[in-house]
């Protein structure tokens, strides 16, 4: 078995007599990406959350590169060092970007603040933005170019884990196909490890090693994605499988009488 870089036991969240999360355990490998797969409320978001100290779990423990993280960070410089350990990407790019700043600055930021050994220029190419758009401003780019700004952003503080919360959820399908192949070149030059949170089985598929199903809170199928998706043994994955759209479908228009 490969290194873990990420290792998450028996966590819990509670709000007041909500659990939202209930007794999650899984580990990520070396290079290797994870889904979380569920519905919206299933707990999948919270556990991202927690994993980078913006909801402090009930119980449980979360390591990091074999470093407990089970709790937030309150120093800067604590801040800082768990940032080179796991980062994470938003569904929503342009809420995360600061507008008056160009997407040089926001990255330049960051790699001033982890001491990334990267370039601005490097990272750019990287996920396909070119000198033009790295001077401009988040409003004069499309949707799937503040994506890759966010995903380089990320990539500058160099994480060993990289938390994709539905991140290509808001892309349309051409759009969000290129990023899916950006990450995909890119783990496999990095090595980097992905925490894939997502609804979407076919961006699961495309991007992923290995996945965990979650509904009301709890872990309730895990193995292999292929095996997960093609052969589920739980009734909730089956429901979540047959629920994806097959060729041929349309959509069907209710009348009210």
């Not at 994605?225 to 589920?232: A, E, I, K, N, S």
Request: glycine share 8%.
């Amino acid at each position: 078995m490969s290194e873990a870089v990420l290792v998450v036991t028996d966590l819990r969240k509670e709000y007041g007599t909500l659990v939202a999360v209930d007794d999650v355990s899984f580990r990520v490998e070396s290079g290797r990406s994870l889904a979380i797969v569920g519905e919206s409320g299933s707990g999948k978001t919270t556990v991202a959350r927690m994993i980078i100290g913006l909801e402090r779990a009930t119980a449980g423990t979360i390591r990091a590169l074999g470093r407990d993280r089970s709790t937030p960070a309150r120093a800067g410089g604590e801040r800082r060092r768990r940032g080179a350990e796991v980062q994470i990407v938003f569904q929503d790019p342009y809420s995360s970007l600061d507008p008056r700043q160009t997407i040089a600055d926001a990255i330049s930021e960051v790699l001033r603040l982890h001491g990334g050994q990267q370039t601005v220029g490097e990272l750019c190419e990287l996920v396909g933005l070119d000198e033009r758009q790295s001077r401009a401003l988040p409003r004069n780019l499309s949707g799937g170019q503040r994506q890759r700004v966010a995903i380089a952003r990320a990539l500058a503080a160099e994480p060993r884990v990289l938390i994709l919360d539905e991140s290509v959820a808001a892309l349309d399908v051409s759009i969000q196909a290129q990023v899916l192949n950006l990450l995909a070149d890119i783990r496999a030059e990095t090595g980097v490890s992905y925490v894939l949170i997502s609804h979407d089985l076919a961006v699961v598929r495309q991007l992923t090693d290995d996945c965990v199903v979650m509904q009301h809170g709890r872990i309730v199928e895990r193995g292999p994605t292929g095996q997960v998706l093609d052969h589920p043994a739980e009734a909730y994955t089956q429901l979540l499988r047959a629920s994806v759209p097959g060729p041929g479908w349309k959509p069907v228009r209710r009348v009210r009488v």
